[in-house]
């Protein structure tokens, strides 16, 4: 559900639904065999080496503080976790990493895999405990955004509640709700941390009717609110109306939700991509200043998942339920690269997040099955 690198290109963290936190090192690429060499039972994935062990539900965002030593973890039991990845161990654990490679064992053996052979022995691994916990949210924690200068951060759950985070003195700073029976599917914070961009959505919330989404700039010192970027692109429509006089129309712009956001390392655009069950889930880069929309490229069949910058602005960077990793320029919006092969639709294990390394040249994305796919660049 949710990845990181840790102050380096060859050290990774991810997390998935059950709430499991692990971390690996990773080979160097003169070590890895050619992908057309590959497949998932050779046995080329490294073994987990840490497991951070303290979440008790799904890790939905992943994020680590610039200079590399604190992972930053939301999760759905509504808490936030500081980890000190060089910590010394406190344990051990058994994790299981290969139950496809048992499955696959047992059917060429012509039977199925017992629960005691699925689920253990693992492989025995060392842990350690978080150094913080947060407290504070009332529901599922679907967002989470650290500033690029770590001073700041940014959470948002399914109770539509935004709390903003002094990091060093690891307090809450303010706190603001969106629409009440909206979702916060998404955060993004300006390298200063002092802007902040809230997405919201929820598809039904009866019946009847539809909340209207949203997508607005605050203040995050007191949660101001500083601009409704939906009201620049719907000026006629009412966002305080129910949208099923509306709906499609917001549709047209929103999708099933913009459910991930990223502002460009200048702070002068956001990244907002169309989630959801789409036919094409777009990247809409919109000026934060305005709110104007300056083009929308990309697309992910069955709707985009997560976007990222790169640091130097020049390329945004898209995952979706199609498998593909989309890389476009932002100055004309063309695709210059794909990453991955479409799988023939959103049930064939689509990437749910996707993260750069420091040195911008390695790229990890997680996907629904279990996987964590690495690429690196020339």
Avoid at 3 to 27: K, M, Q
Avoid at 208 to 229: H, M, S, T, Y
Avoid at 250 to 260: D, E, P
Wanted: glycine share 10%; net charge negative; with cysteine.
């Amino acid at each position: 559900m949710a990845v990181a690198f840790l102050g380096s290109d060859r050290r990774i963290a991810a997390g998935d639904r059950d709430g499991r936190l692990l971390i690996w090192e990773l080979p160097e690429p003169t070590d890895i065999p050619p992908i057309e060499q590959q497949t998932k039972s050779v046995g080329v994935a490294p073994v987990p080496k840490l497991s951070l062990v303290g979440h008790t539900n799904g890790i939905s965002r992943l994020a680590i503080t610039p200079d590399g030593k604190t992972l930053i973890s939301a999760s759905f039991d509504k808490t936030i976790r500081f980890w000190d990845v060089a910590a010394s161990p406190s344990g051990f654990t058994e994790v299981v990493v290969d139950h496809e490679l048992r499955d696959a064992e047992a059917r060429r053996a012509g039977k199925k895999v017992s629960p005691d052979d699925k689920d253990g022995p693992g492989i025995k691994i060392e842990t350690i405990g978080s150094t913080h916990t947060l407290e504070g949210h009332r529901d599922w924690i679907d967002a989470m955004s650290l500033s690029t200068d770590g001073r700041r951060l940014l959470t948002g759950d399914q109770s539509s509640l935004v709390i903003a985070w002094d990091v060093a003195a690891r307090k809450e700073l303010s706190r603001w709700n969106g629409s009440l029976w909206n979702w916060i599917v998404a955060t993004a914070l300006t390298g200063d941390g002092e802007t902040a961009v809230v997405s919201e959505y929820r598809y039904k919330r009866d019946d009847f009717d539809i909340p209207c989404p949203a997508l607005k700039r605050f203040n995050v010192a007191d949660g101001a609110e500083q601009l409704d970027l939906l009201k620049v692109q719907f000026p006629k429509l009412d966002p305080k109306q129910n949208t099923y006089g509306s709906a499609q129309m917001w549709r047209k712009f929103i999708a099933n939700g913009l459910v991930a956001l990223d502002i460009s390392p200048d702070g002068k655009l956001v990244a907002a991509v169309q989630g959801g069950e789409t036919d094409n889930g777009q990247v809409h880069l919109l000026e934060m200043e305005t709110g104007k929309l300056v083009r929308t490229i990309s697309g992910h069949q069955s709707g985009a998942t997560d976007v990222k910058f790169t640091a130097d602005g020049k390329f945004v960077i898209s995952a979706g339920r199609d498998t593909v990793i989309r890389i476009c320029q932002v100055e004309d919006g063309k695709e210059v690269a794909q990453l991955g092969k479409p799988r023939g639709g959103q049930f064939k294990d689509w990437t749910s997040s996707i993260a750069l390394s420091p040195d911008q040249r390695t790229l990890a994305a997680t996907d629904i099955g279990g996987w964590v796919h690495v690429w690196t660049f020339g």
